[in-house]
């Protein structure tokens, strides 16, 4: 049994079980104040406009360049894919299979992750729900590699400064990408695991 069925909100902020009130709209934590809900309001569209706009930023983000190495005045933008394939021409096949993982596999399973959950919740899907909550942690442990990516090219550009001799330019497709981690973060930020279990055990579902 769930604890809403027994009339009980848990704060998000500290925690604290607190007891529904039939009549009361708005209810407030005993113990820290905050606003609860039995369910987080409007999660599910939330998660929706986040998720979609981190698919809208998904392809400048793979289609742009996100570095440029300049060597003696001379070099050539890279996007996240030819820089993998620079990587394993030149034999560096771990540093190669680290940056493919980290930056093309992770957001695209982050993404058709959290689009199956959502479906899953809004059209009743008889799947497991030990299973979905199993792969929604999974998606918040994984998400914070993504930005791999990001903290290396921006070490690059702040130390790799020697004007002609060498430099690195961070380029459009890393601030595309950036969008895609931090938008994929709050999409399962913001959805209600919760959800699934209702999903499973009523037939109707909380939004």
Same mark, same amino acid.
């Given at each position: 049994?769930? #604890?809403? &069925? ?12 607190? +007891?529904?009130?039939? &009549?009361?709209?708005?209810? %407030? ?14 999660? !599910?569209?939330?998660?929706? #406009?986040?998720?979609? %706009? ?6 400048? #983000? ?23 394939? %620079?990587?394993?021409?030149? $034999? ?9 993982? +980290?930056? !093309? ?6 993404? !058709? ?19 979905? !909550? ?19 090219? *921006? ?7 020697? $004007?002609?001799? *060498?430099?690195?330019? *961070? ?6 990408? +950036? ?7 709050? *999409? ?20």
């Amino acid at each position: 049994m769930r #604890a809403i &069925d027994r009339g009980l909100i848990l704060c998000h902020e500290c925690h604290q079980l607190n +007891a529904a009130q039939p &009549d009361t709209v708005r209810h %407030t934590c005993l113990r820290c104040g905050a606003h609860i809900h039995p369910r987080r309001p409007h999660s !599910i569209a939330k998660s929706w #406009a986040l998720l979609l %706009t981190a698919a809208l930023l998904y392809l400048p #983000a793979n289609l742009l360049p996100i570095m440029t190495v300049r060597s003696l005045g001379q070099g050539q933008p890279d996007t996240i894919m030819s820089g993998v394939i %620079t990587l394993m021409q030149h $034999g560096m096949y771990p540093i190669a299979l680290v940056v493919f993982v +980290a930056s !093309i596999a992770v957001p695209s399973l982050k993404l !058709i992750g959290i689009g199956l959950l959502l479906l899953s919740v809004q059209r009743h899907q008889t799947l497991s729900a030990r299973q979905r !909550i199993l792969m929604f942690r999974f998606i918040e442990w994984i998400g914070r590699w993504s930005m791999l990516d990001i903290f290396v090219i *921006a070490i690059l550009v702040a130390i790799v400064n020697f $004007g002609a001799l *060498a430099s690195v330019e *961070a380029g459009f497709g890393a601030l595309a990408f +950036a969008g895609v981690v931090v938008l994929t973060m709050l *999409a399962a930020l913001t959805f209600d695991p919760r959800l699934i279990w209702d999903n499973t055990d009523l037939p109707t579902q909380h939004d």
